[in-house]
């Protein structure tokens, strides 16, 4: 039980954390219809900026948070300037291999400015680091505060989009771009700020997982995979569907990595994307046909 | 006109004979860089086919060159076979995995097939890093020098000749392809299922062409590269791997045999010059990849095209087609293989 609670409460807050970061993923690819591959780079750098701000120069948290989603933000407006916008008229080919090559790019930046500092970077706990013992439950606070953290994102980015006239034009523009373009939405700017959500939504995942995770270079990859994991399950164009495919992919994760073998972890995510793409390739959420051909 | 004479075919000669003297002049390093293009030409080579001319967006073929490298390894440390055996039988083992990666291509296109061969290829590199008792983990195995003994060469230029034959052949091999009737079914897969099935073009049996002849080529590629470094490990086979691949057929030329070959020259000689500053390999790489993208998408190869009269790359053998013949048979009967009756 104590086990069993424990890897459930793991698994839900890293479940959280990738749900995040599929919903950046599932904002762009519903606005352009593309996937980011530098998502996870995104989140990565995001994580870097938040250590140099909180522990290198020893600002406050908070203010790390921001200058993080700042800066992703800035970051993903710029990825679309530079590998979308150009390659609009282009094929799906040439836009991914572009993003690709940010990722690399980013990837390798981060590795020139952080990775000289040691291979992991550890990033101060915002809570204690004592459990609490609820009968037979374990509950890390730290756990907990991440799970808040993810939680408030996505009601934020809920509301954002339910509230807000930009998110409405985005969601306008999701649905048809070319009625949008009608009624006077100037869709470049909509993928722009799609890409730049996209990002800051990542750079926001990033700094609440740095406690729990440890800093490192190529930690972009595997939550880029995870994360996109979580949003094929969830079809890829749901933003539910997005934070129960994230949790899912947790839960799947730690309970493999509990109770099979520790390697496990790695490659549950691998493997279920493989198979909700044989078998349901519009999700396993999804009631409707819907394929992007 | 002054450039006449830099036709695709007297350049390709003139870098064979180049390549084929080589080992008169050069130091081991020099003839270590050689040997290296020609193993990337090879996965270029494979990897346009796939992605250049079939239009299919897959991230495996590092993961397909890590098969055939462990392939080729493992068959002659497990079970002692010699390379001249193994190196083959690795190649075939790629180019199964390869057909099999085709079963998903036909359900998926674009994005999702790109993730779902993203997602296989991490897949093959934790099997390299965890079936520790096959694939001796993260630390990687050696792997036996194989001797050329009857012939008086030592191992080093043995390799050398024995990388270019098989480069030479198979390059010329992948010419021949591409012009024709399944090169063409290739590019007509790519630029439109439809308009290829409503054809007579079979999507099956040309996805599951490409992702195999392409798996052939990374195992082949993997094979020599094994035997190159006489060592196996896991990182070889990774995403730097794969963005390194990418980087050349999309430098040199999507959809041109020669823009592959070109590419792959490029990008080796840039690793190599790079070597002193590994920090700036990926940035460099990515950016190579993404200013190609956005200035250059037709790749060195577009460049040369624009100014070098005769470097065209038909989709047809030249001189095959008589100019003027009419159709023998009635136009509306489509010959007997588009039909998918052989």
Request: net charge positive.
């Amino acid at each position: 039980m104590t086990m069993l609670s424990y890897l459930l409460l793991s698994g839900i807050t890293t479940g959280a954390l990738y749900a995040l970061v599929a919903l950046g993923l599932v904002v762009v690819n519903k606005a352009t219809g593309v996937i980011n591959f530098a998502q996870g780079e995104l989140f990565m750098v995001a994580g870097f900026i938040a250590w140099s701000i909180h522990v290198q120069f020893g600002f406050d948290f908070a203010l790390a948070l921001a200058g993080a989603v700042l800066v992703g933000f800035v970051l993903g407006c710029a990825i679309d300037r530079i590998a979308f916008r150009p390659l609009l008229r282009a094929d799906v080919v040439a836009i991914v291999l572009a993003t690709v090559g940010i990722s690399f790019m980013l990837k390798g930046i981060g590795r020139i400015i952080w990775g000289g500092k040691g291979d992991y970077l550890s990033f101060p706990p915002i809570t204690s680091t004592d459990p609490i013992m609820l009968g037979e439950i374990v509950l890390v606070p730290q756990q907990i505060a991440v799970l808040a953290g993810a939680i408030a994102i996505m009601l934020a980015f809920g509301a954002f989009f339910r509230f807000t006239r930009i998110g409405k034009m985005m969601q306008a523009t999701a649905d048809n771009a070319k009625a949008a373009t009608l009624v006077g939405i100037r869709i470049e700017r909509i993928y722009t700020l799609a890409f730049g959500t996209g990002a800051a939504v990542a750079a926001a995942a990033a700094v609440l997982a740095a406690p729990l995770t440890l800093l490192y270079p190529d930690m972009g990859f595997s939550f880029f995979i995870k994360g996109f994991a979580a949003a094929v399950v969830g079809g890829l164009t749901s933003l539910p569907g997005a934070v129960v495919g994230g949790l899912a992919i947790g839960i799947v994760e730690a309970l493999a990595g509990g109770y099979i073998h520790s390697s496990m972890m790695e490659v549950s995510a691998f493997i279920a994307i493989m198979l909700v793409l044989l078998i349901r390739p519009t999700g396993l959420l999804s009631f409707y046909k819907a394929r992007r051909v | 006109m002054p450039l006449s004479f830099l036709r695709r075919r007297n350049v390709m000669l003139a870098l064979v004979l180049v390549a084929a003297l080589l080992p008169l002049g050069a130091n081991p390093y020099h003839l270590f860089v050689a040997n290296l293009i020609f193993i990337y030409i090879l996965l270029s080579v494979g990897l346009n086919l796939l992605l250049g001319y079939a239009g299919q967006l897959a991230f495996a073929n590092a993961a397909m060159f890590g098969i055939g490298a462990y392939g080729t390894g493992l068959l002659q440390v497990h079970f002692g076979w010699p390379f001249l055996i193994a190196f083959p039988a690795g190649a075939l083992i790629a180019t199964a995995v390869g057909l099999t990666l085709a079963l998903p291509a036909l359900r998926l296109s674009g994005l999702y097939l790109a993730l779902s061969t993203l997602a296989f290829a991490q897949f093959t590199q934790w099997v390299f890093l965890h079936w520790e008792g096959v694939t001796f983990g993260a630390g990687g195995f050696k792997t036996p020098q194989v001797s050329f003994a009857p012939l008086p060469v030592d191992h080093r230029h043995g390799l050398y000749y024995l990388s270019l034959v098989i480069m030479v052949a198979m390059v010329w091999f992948a010419g021949n392809i591409v012009t024709s009737r399944i090169g063409r079914a290739f590019i007509t897969v790519r630029d439109s299922e439809v308009a290829a099935e409503s054809l007579g073009v079979d999507l099956l049996r040309y996805k599951a062409l490409a992702f195999g002849l392409s798996a052939f080529y990374a195992g082949i590629a993997g094979g020599l590269y094994s035997q190159m470094l006489n060592f196996v490990s896991p990182e070889g086979y990774d995403l730097f791997q794969m963005v390194l691949q990418k980087a050349m057929v999309v430098v040199g030329g999507l959809g041109s045999i020669a823009g592959s070959v070109l590419g792959a020259g490029t990008i080796v000689l840039v690793l190599e010059g790079l070597r002193e500053f590994k920090g700036a390999q990926e940035v460099v790489f990515g950016a190579m990849l993404l200013v190609f993208i956005i200035f250059m998408r037709g790749g060195i190869v577009s460049v040369i095209r624009r100014h070098v009269p005769g470097w065209e790359e038909p989709l047809h053998r030249a001189g095959a087609l008589p100019p003027a013949e009419p159709p023998t048979s009635l136009p509306l009967a489509p010959p007997a293989q588009e039909r998918g009756v052989s």
